[in-house]
């Protein structure tokens, strides 16, 4: 069955350090996405990324860093030089397919990031 | 471009009651999906509508239901109410039709079960 397993309940860091949050997968299919969404206190998910099953290339934009690997079926984030405003819930999402074709979202339950000043 | 509207953005009811609860997806997005979420338990999947009609469903009792209008509009509805339904309920909506594609999510409405 899928599932997206988020160990970390909460992390908390020093402004400027680095800090990865962790995200495992479990899944049957062989073509999957995988997201990850941040919440800020404010409440409203922000998508951040989407990967597909066949691309295990890494991805930067700016700070944020994620790390895509089949092998261990993780899919990792790091914020790099952390800062106050990344402070919040981040959340790992696999969606795969449907018996009717189409694809739904399993959610983790999320890492609190508190990056303290 | 207007963002997900959900509303009421905050409600309180009791054991017994049933709640509806609205979403306006961003214009042109035809599919609007309904998460509850609740603290320890994450983003836990209610259903997806797409034209109206409803493409997935998740592990909730038939206690929770929805619907799609004409205009992409999206409702829920939780009748008998438990205390166990407070919660936040989120909705998303997508513009991709058959691959997964980002979510825009609303504000939520909470929902308080006294």
């Known amino acids: 069955a899928q599932k997206v397993t988020q160990a970390q309940t909460e992390i908390s860091v020093v402004e400027k350090e680095d800090v990865t949050l962790d995200c495992v997968y479990e899944t049957r299919d062989t073509t999957y996405y995988l997201f990850w969404y941040k919440q800020p206190p404010s409440g409203e998910l922000v998508f951040l990324i989407r990967?597909?099953?066949?691309?295990?290339q890494n991805e930067i934009s700016g700070r944020y860093s994620w790390n895509f690997q089949k092998s261990t079926s993780s899919f990792n984030f790091t914020i790099t030089a952390s800062q106050v405003v990344d402070s919040a819930v981040y959340f790992c999402?696999?969606?795969?397919?449907?018996?009717?074709?189409?694809?739904?979202?399993?959610f983790g339950t999320g890492t609190r990031l508190k990056v303290l000043a | 471009k207007a963002g997900v509207t959900q509303t009421p953005r905050y409600l309180i009811k009791t054991r017994g009651q049933q709640v509806t609860l609205s979403c306006s997806p961003i214009s042109g997005h035809r599919s609007v999906s309904w998460y509850q979420q609740t603290p320890g338990q994450g983003l836990q999947f209610l259903f997806e509508?797409?034209?109206?009609?409803?493409?997935n469903k998740g592990n909730f009792p038939g206690r929770f239901s929805g619907r799609q209008f004409s205009n992409s509009r999206s409702e829920m509805n939780v009748s008998t109410l438990e205390l166990g339904d407070s919660a936040l309920y989120l909705c998303?909506?997508?513009?991709?039709?058959?691959?997964?594609?980002?979510?825009?999510f609303g504000e939520g409405s909470r929902l308080t079960v006294l």
């Open positions: 509508y797409f034209s109206e009609t409803q493409r």
């Open positions: 999402a696999l969606s795969e397919g449907t018996t009717s074709g189409t694809y739904k979202y399993i």
């Open positions: 990967r597909n099953s066949f691309d295990e």
């Open positions: 998303a909506s997508s513009g991709e039709v058959w691959v997964p594609g980002e979510l825009f």
